[in-house]
């Protein structure tokens, strides 16, 4: 008897064991959620799903998206007013902040990038276009020709408040992007307007953009229409228009960048100054434009009107190297040395750089 009800006792033991190795493996396999809309209240999105972003997704002033590192977000197909993207409306947050052994990857449906078992994309360069990118939108100043603080994106919803940034707090926090990589974006979202990579409309100086690589992109790789924002170590590979592009009176401080150009890519930097009372006064520090795979296209063209300084920005054609010129009169250009370009830093991104 004694040994009868020790077997009793192994046996409900050994099931309980088996189902809750069970549960722990379905715990670690990752799951697929779908998300559209608007996300009406505070989000956390987390390593073991993969969220499809599904035609526009909006987080709305008063909320807050927060993304765990390793956590992998892609996109469905669509264009125009189906196109699938995320949007950071004015007074809302973005919280993702990777690492750089467990980045947060934002791609198309299309990719097959698998993080844990530690398989890289088999897309390419050539695979753009493939959805919207994000926009984050923030309360500090932009210049316009009519004079108004505030206006609404090109290709989204004019109709709509999520649509619109611009404001009079230069301080304004739009959240955290670290450690973070935007892949095969820039479809068209409507008349006149490609999406970026990641464009940062009216952003202010309290948000942080650090560690952030743009890979592949249609159009252009980073776009900043006005705002006080900063950015630091980013890296733009192989993008269709401008590696970075700077507009309505960018007041901010690029600095640690490469941008690496194809043979389809456009210019390394562009930038316009403000249309209305104020044109901005930018800063590049520390940055590399390379041109070895792009010969025939220009690194750098800045408006007359532009204002800002350039400092160890540096020009690679291969074996030969040069110091970015500039034909506009009020933008300074510097090259003391002081500072290089360490590509290892962006020792976790798609293209290693």
């Known amino acids: 008897m004694k040994h009868f009800y020790q077997t009793k006792g192994f046996f409900p033991s050994l099931l309980l064991a088996i189902l809750l190795i069970g549960c722990e493996q379905q715990t670690k396999a990752p799951s697929e959620v779908v998300v559209s809309g608007i996300i009406a209240q505070d989000a956390h999105w987390k390593q073991n799903t993969v969220y499809i972003l599904d035609q526009q997704v909006t987080v709305p002033s008063g909320v807050s998206l927060s993304i765990d590192p390793g956590t992998i977000i892609k996109a469905n197909p669509g264009e125009a007013s189906t196109t699938s993207m995320l949007v950071i409306a004015k007074g809302a947050k973005i919280i993702a902040k990777g690492t750089a052994e467990e980045p947060i990857i934002f791609t198309s449906i299309n990719d097959d990038v698998d993080l844990k078992e530690g398989k890289e994309s088999s897309l390419s360069i050539a695979d753009t276009g493939l959805w919207g990118g994000i926009i984050i ?46 892949r095969h974006g820039g479809i068209f979202i409507g008349t006149g307007s490609e999406s970026n990579g990641l464009t940062l409309c009216g952003v202010g100086n ?20 006005g705002g006080t924002v900063n950015v630091s170590n980013l890296f733009v590979h192989a993008c269709g228009d401008d590696g970075i592009d700077l507009d309505e009176g960018y007041t901010g401080t690029i600095d640690h960048f ?21 044109v901005g006064n930018f800063k590049l520090d520390n940055g590399l434009i390379d041109l070895h795979h792009a010969t025939n296209k220009d690194a750098f ?6 204002v800002g300084s350039i400092s160890n920005v540096t020009i690679s054609k291969g074996e030969n190297n040069e110091t970015i010129q500039s034909n506009a009169a009020e933008v300074s250009i510097t090259n003391d040395d002081t500072a290089e370009v360490d590509k290892s830093t962006f020792g976790w991104t798609k293209a290693k750089a």
């Open 137 to 182: 939108m923030g309360d500090a100043p932009i210049s316009l020709q009519n004079g108004d603080d505030e206006t609404f994106y090109t290709g989204l919803d004019p109709n709509t408040k999520e649509s619109y940034y611009g404001g009079e707090n230069p301080e304004d926090n739009s959240g955290v992007l670290e450690y973070v990589s935007i």
């Open 206 to 225: 309290k948000t942080t953009i650090n560690q952030v690589e743009i890979y592949a992109n249609q159009d252009d790789g980073l776009e900043i229409f």
């Open 258 to 278: 490469i941008v690496e150009l194809t043979e389809t890519s456009e210019s390394g930097i562009e930038i316009s100054s403000g249309k209305g009372e104020f």
């Open 301 to 306: 063209s800045a408006d007359e009107t532009a």
